[in-house]
């Protein structure tokens, strides 16, 4: 069943970083991932961005990036959906350079 399915949309590897911050931080951290929206993350397009819960950057190939504030403690949370380990590694680096922390 698993084979079917990755034949069907392909393989996909997900990872998330929890970053800690000082609360002070927090407006600094947000308004410095907001002023960088990039173009491209990883090598790939960016052709969304969703603002709903957090900040997500939706790629050409339909994998994903998200930054988001954790609701309980002073915790950036950075999550990555991508098409190898390699790349969502790249996702998460790259989305966590944004937050400049």
Known sequence: LLDELVEKVGPHFYDRWDVSFDPSQR???EQSVRASFPSTLAGKTVVQVDERDGIRF???SGHWSLIRFSGTEPLLRIYAEGESP???AALLGEARAMTGV
């Open 58 to 60: 939706v790629l050409e």
């Open 27 to 29: 407006d600094a951290i």
């Open 86 to 88: 390699a790349e969502v």
